[in-house]
């Protein structure tokens, strides 16, 4: 009997055991006791960091109705904290708030451009450190500006402003491929891989950052200020090296196979305009050892539709067509030479990450790169263009109507 008992206990005891290192809930919070951090804005300091946060305020989101208008009051509250190092704004916040900042739910993360221009690695860290924001959210650089004066404008569509700048900005890297939508993880990533240089899309405040702090901002038609994405920032291993414009940021996203969608006119032999829109587009890339020097190869395959016609060209014919699509693979060609080529000779950073492709094909190639050219191996790089387009559609008439418009 004794026997069996000891058996028994031996058998329970590990079990009994392992239930001591769960984690149960000790570190459980409760919600009336947390502030909801939903955008973080660091700038440069005299000493150390501007930090800004951009906090939900509860009470005015559950009275958001159906329509989206929400309460009477304005939807959010910012502090700013002046810290000789980021973490330290988190433990300043309880000095003005009852409530313990919870940075798990950050839709976007702005950093001034000052800050980004003198580096942000070890700003970054204790982001990535921490255990509590998951790194899904969006990176952004204030373009001559400070991440403070962002985080203040209200927006009058989105009553979060985190919603706003996190919404529309995925919208328009899908839609316009005029901008890149950039996870912190990702970011960091690029950081820290051989051969490759990050980027952020910039965005600027049009009009006066204080009247966009307003509530006023959000009962005009026309608000007086707007938040707005502009250019693309180039960094330096982690320092802001320079701007980049609308065409070469297409290129750009062209050549690493980040376009969802783009449009694009040209003018037919009347002078009227043809808008085709790149439906769907796959850049693929081959990196060849010839003679003992890499190059680049790359093959863009494009889906389009003819969205618009505003001359008397008609679109009846296949010969048409094909002349359409043959058009379209020049320019898509060229807006890939023209970003390889501009942004190499203007800041000579590898942010199409040629180097890594390199690297991932022969890292014995890349070291031999790396010493024969050092940095400037991106100027001399063979790159080749290829562009195949297909034009699916040119909508339900084939002819505009405007030349049977009557006097």
Request: one cysteine or more.
């Amino acid at each position: 009997m004794a026997g069996r008992i000891k058996r028994a206990v031996a058998a329970c005891l590990p079990l009994l055991l392992l239930s001591l290192l769960l984690s149960g809930c000790w570190e459980r919070k409760e919600l009336n006791e947390l502030a909801f951090v939903l955008a973080m804005g660091l700038d440069k300091a005299e000493n150390g960091y501007n930090v800004t946060m951009q906090v939900v305020i509860p009470s005015s989101i559950s009275s958001q109705n159906a329509g989206g208008t929400g309460g009477s009051g304005v939807p959010v509250v910012e502090y700013n904290f002046t810290v000789p190092t980021v973490y330290e704004s988190l433990r300043k916040f309880n000095l003005i708030s009852s409530r313990s900042p919870y940075l798990g739910h950050i839709r976007v993360l702005v950093i001034g451009e000052e800050l980004a221009r003198e580096g942000v690695g070890k700003t970054l860290d204790v982001i990535k450190r921490s255990r509590e924001p998951r790194m899904d959210f969006y990176v952004m650089v204030a373009r001559k500006t400070t991440a403070e004066n962002v985080l203040k404008v209200l927006t009058p569509l989105d009553r979060l402003p985190a919603t706003k700048l996190f919404s529309s900005l995925d919208k328009s890297y899908k839609i316009s491929s005029k901008t890149v939508a950039v996870t912190l993880d990702k970011f960091i990533e690029d950081l820290l891989y051989q051969g490759k240089s990050p980027v952020l899309t910039g965005v600027v405040v049009q009009g006066d950052p204080e009247a966009g702090s307003e509530k006023s901002n959000v009962e005009q038609t026309d608000p007086r200020t707007k938040l707005r994405y502009e250019s693309v920032a180039i960094f330096k291993k982690d320092k802001l090296v320079g701007w980049i414009e609308d065409d070469l940021t297409v290129g750009f996203n062209y050549v690493t196979d980040n376009v969802t969608k783009n449009t694009g006119h040209f003018k037919d032999e009347a002078g009227g305009l043809i808008i085709i829109e790149a439906l769907t587009s796959t850049t693929s890339r081959k990196v060849k050892i010839i003679d003992g020097e890499p190059h680049i190869y790359l093959s863009a395959e494009t889906l389009c539709n003819v969205q618009e016609v505003e001359g008397a060209d008609t679109l009846d014919t296949e010969a048409k067509i094909k002349s359409l699509e043959e058009e379209t693979e020049e320019r898509v060609v060229k807006r890939m030479k023209d970003a390889v080529e501009g942004i190499s000779k203007q800041f000579n950073v590898d942010i199409f990450g040629f180097g890594q492709s390199i690297y991932r094909k022969s890292p014995k190639e890349w070291e031999r790169l790396k010493a024969r050219r050092g940095e400037g191996y991106l100027k001399t790089l063979p790159v080749h263009y290829e562009a195949s387009v297909t034009i699916n559609r040119i909508g339900t008439i084939d002819n505009s109507f405007y030349e049977d418009i009557k006097e």
